[in-house]
Every structure is written in C-alpha cells, then in structure tokens.
C-alpha cells in the first residue's frame, strides 16, 4: 500500500526552527517527485516546495530562503527543515507524490501541524 | 501565475440531488495540468479527477470532471452523504509547481 506519514509539528516560537519528516511505504521517494503542501487554519492549499528524482528543489516565494527540501534515500523519507519561522507559517503541512509523468499529487500524508506563537 | 477561481463558494443541496462546481483560470491552461480534490474535515486531500476528466482509482463513477481552456467542471451526478465537503480545483504549472483555487463547499441542505 502506498503510504505516507508526517511527523515532527508542534508549537514554535517566531524565528524559530522546526525539520519535519515524511515517511513513504509502498514506493521509493528518489524514484518520484514530492512536494510540501501547506494549509492555514480555516483557510485553502498552498504549495510550499518539491524535491525532484534528480534532487533539484523548488520553493514558494513565501518560503525561499527559509525552508529546505532534502531527502534521505536510505530511509525513504522526505524532511522539509523551517527556518526563521513567522506567525503566518503556521498551518497543517502536507506531503504528496507527483510521478514523475504526472500533473497532480497522490496520495497525500495525514498532514502535521506547524504553530509558530509566542 | 495563473490564478483560479471556484464558484460558488458554499452550494447547499440535498442527497440525490446534482452538484455543478466550477473552476475559471485567469488564463487559458492545458486539460493535462487541471485536477480536483475531495477534502473532508480533518484529513487530507483526495485526488478525484486529473487530466480534467479522468477519475482516479476508486472514485465512484458519479463524479465526472469536464471543460477546456479556461473554464472546468467537477460534476457529482446524484449526491451520496458523504460527498459533503470541500472540494479544490488545482492547476500543475511552472512557478509555483502548483496553485489551488479557494474551495467550494459542499453543505446539506
């Protein structure tokens, strides 16, 4: 079974750092695409970054400078590490699959939750 | 960036009934690069339907995806209760990789 699994959110202080993970099954990360998907309290979807099978990254502008994809092969997990954390930063965050020959994403994790609060 | 636009934003109807949901880009894209998905509360996003018209696996035949150019439809042809919820619109493109329109939310009536 195709599976993904976030961890690592919590309550952070404004200017702060937080890595989280995302844990695939059923599939090889390095083997596809994977994005950050973010969504606000109440609000829509905003992508964040993708990592692509060769390892070349892309950013939101809202997150550029910021934020760092990477990922591990050998434990087939994707990290999104989140520096300089700012208040709007805080929503659910959402890791997905785009195959390589694909325009869409699936599946999708469970989602973590990021607060950046004083 | 191509910016999308949904309609309406809530739509009240009642089981059994059919649900039109639209999504306007502000600019004409390829049917390959337009998706919805299916969000309920607390989980994740469900694809239902990429290239503008093909379901994913395990969507029931019910939902149907349509249109071209500008203007897409999501269309669930005889509403089941758990279809309530939101639904996106998202369009695949260069910078950002992704842009999602606002939701539409499927409420009973």
């Known amino acids: 079974e195709v599976q993904l699994v976030e961890s690592g959110g919590g309550l952070v202080q404004p200017g702060g750092s937080l890595r989280l993970s995302c844990a695939a099954s059923g599939f090889t990360v390095s083997s596809n695409y994977m994005s950050w998907v973010r969504q606000a309290p109440g609000k829509g979807l905003e992508w964040v970054s993708v990592i692509y099978s060769g390892g070349s990254t892309d950013y939101a502008d809202s997150v550029k400078g910021r934020f760092t994809i990477s990922r591990d092969n050998s434990k087939n997990t994707l990290y999104l590490q989140m520096n300089s954390l700012r208040t709007d930063d805080t929503a659910v965050y959402y890791c997905a699959r785009e195959k390589v020959s694909d325009y869409w994403l699936d599946p999708w994790g469970q989602g973590t939750l990021v607060t950046v609060s004083s | ?109």
């Open chain 2, 1 to 109: 960036e191509i910016v999308l636009t949904q309609s309406p934003g809530t739509l009240s109807l009642s089981p059994g009934e059919r649900a039109t949901l639209s999504c306007r880009a502000g600019q004409s894209v390829t049917s390959n690069s337009l998706a919805w998905y299916q969000q309920k509360p607390g989980q994740a996003p469900r694809l239902l339907i990429y290239g503008a018209s093909s379901r994913a696996t395990g969507v029931p035949d019910r939902f149907s995806g349509s249109g071209s150019g500008t203007d897409f439809t999501l269309t669930i042809s005889s509403l089941e209760p758990e279809d309530f919820a939101l639904y996106y619109c998202q369009h695949y493109g260069s910078s950002p990789r992704y842009t999602f329109g606002q939701g539409t939310k499927l409420e009973i009536k």
